[in-house]
């Protein structure tokens, strides 16, 4: 019993330290969930991670959809009324996530991350038709994404909201420069990044 | 007044009327536009989910680069953009260690002197509404405008450092200038769902859905912005979001710089009215 209290509490003594929040003065208001856009989407909702920090449910918190979702909008923070910044704990369970080596169960966000990412690396700059192209072909939902670009794809063109000359990227001088701070960065989280 | 200038991704190809509006709007304003050379992503969303010193240290690139070109500020129209080269400003500035370690990965020497500002900071605070007032010739008179500042313009409040983070009024007092009737409503800061458009388009149609008929219940005429990305979730998706709800949208979006142009009266040629796939003649016609 001791052991696993004190498991329980080193989750919550990790995540406090490494967001500056201190959880425990949740009170579970659900301003937060309240507020957030994705909460209705996301697996566990805002406040409902605040007590899952709480019971030290490490496993199902770090390979949840929620951590992935949240793009820090900051509605919770501003809404929270202990001052407390939810979205810093996102940052720091997605960090833990990433760190182990959990798979999460939403795997959709992650991959696109990873594709815009490559875009900058090879291009130092981001590619908006590469990124959708790639994005598309990647999601398995082709039938759906393509359907959807049907309404708005010519108008796009037509109106000269994209032009031809979009749909080639090209790479700035320092591109080099650029992806060499990719590899620095993989290197010093030693693989992690 | 000169001012380092980031114009990041989206303003070199979706939002290129916004680059133009902003670059022909500030001309008036007797403001030069110096832009970073040579500058790269800011990595937006994806290297903030992806990795917290990927995310410091894409932006620090681009203030590293303006440091040494002479710039003691930068002004970012992208409010992602923006959030994102003030994270790596403020953090960098706040902490030794970080600034050393970003130092490191850009393999660049950056001693944190560039500020970074929105377009509403620059336009309100640095320029100030008395003197865009001067600028106006066609009072936008009798067009009701919906001001949306979505999330990342003043959230998270401890990085924006902007405004009110949620209830904003510097668009408000912009619009004010112009002339035009500043439409109370409930969505101002609402989040369109950004990048979430390619993973859960269904989720960004219902909440930029909900911020267009919140606009269109108000009874404006259009909803002003400060955001590519907020852009193109509430312009494109407007007959997704007709099909979804069965009820017509049909909302006109504009940047702010395209509405302080009109007032200006500068050639819509200039300003790259015609990019939007709802139609903004309504709005052109009610003030013309």
């Given amino acids: 019993m001791k052991v696993w209290l004190e498991e329980k509490h080193s989750l919550l003594e990790e995540i406090e330290a490494r967001s500056g929040q201190k959880v425990q003065e949740c009170y579970q208001c659900s301003k937060c969930s309240g507020g957030c856009p994705f909460s209705r989407v996301m697996d566990y909702a805002p406040n409902s991670i605040l007590e899952m920090i709480v019971y030290g449910m490490k496993d199902q918190l770090l390979s949840s959809k929620a951590i992935q979702m949240c793009i820090q909008c900051g509605i919770c923070g501003a809404q929270c009324p202990a001052g407390f910044e939810m979205y810093e704990v996102m940052n720091v369970l997605r960090a833990m996530a990433k760190e182990e080596g959990y798979i999460s169960h939403e795997t959709k966000i992650p991959k696109m991350n990873n594709i815009f990412l490559g875009e900058v690396k090879n291009n130092g700059r981001m590619h908006e038709v590469n990124l959708m192209v790639k994005n598309m072909l990647s999601q398995g939902e082709l039938v759906r994404d393509v359907a959807a670009l049907i309404p708005i794809g010519p108008p796009m063109f037509l109106k000269g909201i994209m032009g031809f000359g979009d749909v080639l990227p090209h790479k700035i001088k320092g591109q080099a420069a650029v992806a060499k701070i990719f590899e620095n960065v993989e290197k010093m989280q030693g693989g992690h990044a | ?288």
């Fill in chain 2, 1 to 288: 007044m000169k001012t380092g200038y980031f114009p990041g991704c989206s303003l070199h190809s979706t939002a290129k009327n916004y680059e133009t509006s902003t670059q022909a709007v500030l001309k008036k304003l007797d403001v030069q536009l110096e832009e970073i050379p040579d500058w790269n992503c800011c990595g937006s969303t994806p290297a903030h989910q992806k990795d917290h010193l990927l995310a410091l240290a894409l932006p620090a690139r681009n203030l590293a680069l303006a440091e040494q070109a002479g710039m003691k500020e930068v002004m970012a129209p992208c409010a992602a953009c923006f959030n994102h080269l003030r994270t790596a400003e403020i953090e960098c500035a706040k902490d030794q260690e970080t600034s050393k370690k970003v130092q490191g990965v850009i393999e660049m020497k950056y001693n944190n002197t560039v500020h970074v500002l929105n377009i509403l900071e620059l336009l309100v605070e640095r320029i100030g509404t008395e003197a865009v007032a001067k600028q106006v010739k066609k009072p936008l008179k009798g067009l009701r405008i919906a001001p949306y500042y979505g999330c990342m313009l003043t959230r998270p409040a401890k990085i924006a450092q902007f405004d009110d983070p949620t209830n904003p009024t510097s668009m408000d007092r912009l619009l004010g200038a112009l002339g035009a009737d500043v439409v109370p409503w409930g969505a101002k800061t609402e989040c369109c769902g950004a990048a979430h458009i390619l993973t859960r388009p269904d989720v960004v149609v219902e909440l930029s859905g909900r911020i267009i008929y919140e606009a269109k219940d108000s009874g404006a005429d259009a909803v002003a912005t400060a955001c590519p990305m907020c852009m193109s979730n509430l312009d494109l998706r407007q007959s997704a979001m007709a099909k979804a709800t069965g009820k017509e949208a049909k909302v006109p979006i504009m940047y702010i710089t395209e509405l302080l142009g009109m007032a200006f009266n500068i050639p819509q040629s200039e300003l790259g009215m015609r990019k939007h796939v709802v139609s903004t003649a309504s709005v052109q016609a009610k003030i013309s």
